[in-house]
């Protein structure tokens, strides 16, 4: 297992925890059947996402795996929002994130939480107590973390939080957003700018050698030809030679080329 010490846990239990969710997340939770996971968003009133969340229903429980840097805010802003509702939240202190690979669920020690499923990957996220968590291991970390924004993955952090639509950052494509369920925060705005075509950004993945790690909300340009674009980066990571993976938001168009990038006055090619 590899140690994830940017995520963490949020298990939600109660005879009302998946209504609750469902109906605060952009995801259809209900549709979960014990086991199964989904990416969803949860959004502010005007639908910029304040944090990505895989969501498992485990039998009548519901466990959350998110960034670690947002998950008290957001456990207690929707503690805010359970009123009467028969639902307990518990941030999971005192526990670790870790990533798996394996084909089928693996076997885990009667302590752990049951293994949380990546949707459509053959790997697992598993929650285990600080005691019995791995090593730190800083490659496998850095190796874990580029292939999940290859895939379109970023959790998030304190400065980008509230700052995109979710498909602005390809949340949608995550399956992170069902667009025939009904109602929860920001719905109208997510659903009318999904209806309407009226997103113009879009996320990129740039590789590059050069060794650079933009904080989140740094601008560059992506350079393509002779023509520039801008970009904000939501999240970077670094392969194990030390060259950088960025996940960048940008009005690029998709079709077109991304030949360098601009970043403080020196052009690194992408690779």
Known sequence: MTALSYLSAIHFSG??????????????????????????????????????????????????????????????????????SKVTIEALTGFTVSGLQAVSEPQLPSSAIPAIPLPHSDKWFVVVTDENRPEKNVPAEDAWKVSELKQGITWLNLKNSGQFLPQMLGFDQLGAVNFRKGCYPGQEIVARTHYLGKVKRHPRILSTSAVICPAPMEQLKILSDDQSYDAVIADCGHYENGSSCLFAVTRMDTDLIADNIEYHGQIAPLI
Request: charged share 20%; glycine share 6%.
């Open 15 to 84: 005879a009302d925890a998946g209504d609750f969710l469902h109906n605060q997340l952009s995801a259809d939770v209900l549709a979960l059947t014990s086991g199964e996971s989904t990416f969803a968003c949860y959004c502010e009133p005007k639908g910029r996402v304040l944090a990505l969340m895989l969501v498992c229903r485990l039998g009548d429980s519901y466990y959350v795996i998110m960034s670690a840097v947002l998950v008290s805010k957001v456990a207690d802003r929707l503690k805010i929002y359970v009123m009467r």
